[in-house]
């Protein structure tokens, strides 16, 4: 069955730095657009970057633009997310997914097949 496992996630000081990877297994891979979403407390997810499968372009919502870079190591059926000058929205559980797509009015979605990890906590404290 398809697999997305998330970790990485850790409790940091505002402006401090992590790094989560996303570790795919279950399904191919390279055939996907894979994206990160986070959901804070009391909130929908939301997503926050996506590398599609066709070109390799990255995208990310304005909120983490320049703070957050996204990678991918297709040999490994992993993708990262280096977070970094965090603030404390940024407190979320984070969340990989296949397929993301990005959306004009800096939205970020999830289409089928919906694949979805269980999350890694990320804590940023002022």
């Known amino acids: 069955e398809a697999r997305l496992v998330e970790s990485g996630g850790g409790l940091v000081q505002a402006g401090g730095s992590l790094r989560l990877s996303c570790a795919a297994s279950?399904?191919?891979?390279?055939?996907?657009?894979i994206g990160w979403f986070r959901q804070a407390p009391g909130k929908g997810r939301e997503g926050v970057s996506c590398v599609t499968s066709k070109d390799g372009k990255i995208y990310y919502v304005d909120s983490v633009k320049g703070r957050f870079t996204m990678s991918s190591d297709n040999a490994k059926n992993t993708v990262y997310l280096q977070l970094n000058s965090l603030k404390p929205e940024d407190t979320a559980v984070y969340y990989c997914?296949?397929?993301?797509?990005?959306?004009?009015?800096?939205?970020?979605?999830?289409?089928?097949?919906?694949?979805w990890g269980q999350g890694t906590q990320v804590t940023v404290s002022s």
């Open positions: 279950g399904f191919t891979f390279d055939d996907y657009a």
């Open positions: 997914a296949a397929e993301c797509v990005p959306l004009d009015g800096d939205t970020i979605v999830v289409v089928p097949p919906h694949y």
